[in-house]
Nanobody
Framework: QAQVVESGGGSVAAGNSLTLSCVLH????????MAWFRQGPGKEREGVAG???????SYADSVEGRFTISKDSAKNTLYLQMNSLKPEDTAVYYC???????????????????WGQGTQVTVSS
């Protein structure tokens, strides 16, 4: 059975970096749309960064230039490198996987069927 497992969250001071990882278990291929979402306290879940099967990426304006989404197809793993973290980046971060190879905007939530359990990122000022 397919399963998505995130790791790498934690508590850091503002300005520091974290890297989140998401391992896809039971998937035959990582050539599909994948994304990172986050949900802060009292907020809706938002798409932070997405990547299509062809490698095209999409970022939220709030993280453009600070966060980088990437994947290692050999390891069936998705990453989110987060630099220059800010207190407003505090949230539970979720990895999500689509059954589509191509997504017009890989950050749109309606593409996604499978979700990880989430990993907490806390950034202190």
């Amino acid at each position: 059975q397919a399963q998505v497992v995130e790791s790498g969250g934690g508590s850091v001071a503002a300005g520091n970096s974290l890297t989140l990882s998401c391992v896809l278990h039971g998937y035959t291929s990582s050539s599909r749309c994948m994304a990172w979402f986050r949900q802060g306290p009292g907020k809706e879940r938002e798409g932070v960064a997405g990547i299509s099967g062809d490698g095209r990426t999409s970022y939220a304006d709030s993280v453009e230039g600070r966060f980088t989404i990437s994947k290692d197809s050999a390891k069936n793993t998705l990453y989110l490198q987060m630099n220059s973290l800010k207190p407003e980046d505090t949230a539970v971060y979720y990895c999500s996987v689509s059954r589509n190879y191509y997504c017009a905007d890989a950050r749109r939530i309606f593409w996604y069927n499978d979700w990880g359990q989430g990993t907490q990122v806390t950034v202190s000022s």
